[in-house]
């Protein structure tokens, strides 16, 4: 009964900013690693950034760094990515995912499209 519900995403032009939420139901949130993925046409599911259960860890692919942020907020159930400085290049299906006791939940995916 783990769910994980996205929102956020949508089309921007290059240098602008996003959002992506990913609210999670059904399992003790703070107990839950959390992860955002991305999946471009054709190409294969990306990890992107991942944080710790008390965000005391946080990591980013390198094309990201500097440009993209993940948070928790372990009272609203959310874990987020803001996206700034967007680049056509990152334009995807972005997915979040949590990991609670060796078990993985994937949200349903939000697009990201970024284009002049």
């Known amino acids: 009964q783990v769910q994980l519900v996205e929102s956020g995403g949508g089309a921007v032009q290059p240098g602008g900013s996003l959002r992506l939420s990913c609210a999670a139901s059904?399992?003790?949130?703070?107990?839950?690693?959390m992860f955002w993925y991305r999946q471009a046409p054709g190409k294969g599911r990306e990890l992107v950034s991942s944080?710790?259960?008390?965000?005391?860890?946080?990591n980013y692919e390198d094309s990201v760094k500097g440009r993209f942020t993940i948070s928790r907020d372990n009272v609203k159930n959310t874990v987020y990515l803001q996206m700034n400085n967007l680049k056509p290049a990152d334009t995807a299906v972005y997915y979040c995912?949590?990991?609670?006791?060796?078990?993985?939940?994937w949200g349903q995916g939000n697009q990201v499209t970024v284009s002049s």
């Open positions: 995912r949590a990991v609670v006791r060796g078990q993985s939940t």
């Open positions: 059904g399992f003790i949130f703070s107990d839950g690693g």
């Open positions: 944080i710790s259960r008390g965000a005391e860890i946080t």
